[in-house]
């Protein structure tokens, strides 16, 4: 069965820390592998996206890391501010055919950002 | 805001009914998925269709079914109601140009059936 596997399920940290969040898979047809922020109330939103040609990306404050042949990925959100606080998920999904990328997620990390 | 619609907001309806939850993809977009999210299962894929044709297929119930018209939007149907189906229903969209990967999710639709 196709699983992504997410730890740790809650995080607590400072206000200006930087909360690391990973995650695990073991199919090797993964091959797109996004973020996704979900606010109480709301539907995930995408916030970045890694394709495993490349090891680490950044878009402002938050950077995935990559680790193809460990099977891993993780995000790391820099100066971490109380806005952040959310659930965080990780997910992937294989190119199954000419547009289907149908997602696989983690089970959810919930953040929060103390003051 | 993703630009991906999604009515109704809210559902309540008794066990053994149906429902339709209609969503409506980001303009240009070809692609719309269905997702369920529970608490024990987590987000789960059900289904996707790809300008009209179901195009992938995941843990979707026979008591589900979904299609796409030709102005491009989705209608998720979801019949003999039971307990477990009471859930968060989103939809997601995609497949502009080259940017076929990314997803953009909707508000989601609150179903509880009691």
């Known amino acids: 069965q196709q699983q992504v596997k997410q730890s740790p399920q809650s995080l607590i940290v400072q206000k200006g820390g930087i909360p690391i969040i990973n995650c695990a898979y073991e199919?090797?047809?993964?091959?797109?592998f996004p973020w996704y922020q979900q606010f109480p109330g709301k539907g995930p939103a995408l916030l970045i996206a890694i394709r495993p040609d490349v090891s680490e990306k950044k878009e402002g404050r938050f950077t995935i890391s990559f680790n193809k042949s460990a099977k891993q990925f993780s995000l790391h959100i820099m100066d971490s501010q109380p806005g952040d606080s959310a659930t965080y998920f990780c997910a992937a999904s294989p190119y199954s055919g000419a547009g289907s990328y149908q997602l696989t997620f983690g089970k959810g990390t919930k953040l929060s950002v103390i003051p | 805001d993703s630009g991906v619609t999604q009515t109704p907001k809210h559902l309540i309806t008794a066990t053994g009914q149906r429902v339709t939850l209609r969503c409506s993809p980001r303009s240009g977009d070809l692609s719309v998925y269905w997702y369920q999210q529970s608490l024990d299962q987590g987000l789960q894929f059900l289904i996707q269709?790809?300008?009209?044709?179901?195009?992938a297929k995941g843990n979707i119930l026979e008591r589900f079914s979904a299609q796409q018209f030709p102005d491009l939007h989705s209608e998720l149907n979801l019949s003999s109601l039971e307990l477990g189906d009471s859930a968060l229903y989103f939809c997601?969209?995609?497949?502009?140009?080259?940017?076929?990967?990314?997803?953009?999710f909707g508000p989601g639709t609150r179903l509880t059936v009691t």
């Open positions: 199919n090797t047809a993964f091959d797109y």
């Open positions: 997601a969209s995609s497949f502009t140009g080259t940017s076929s990967y990314e997803q953009y």
């Open positions: 269709y790809y300008n009209g044709e179901e195009r």
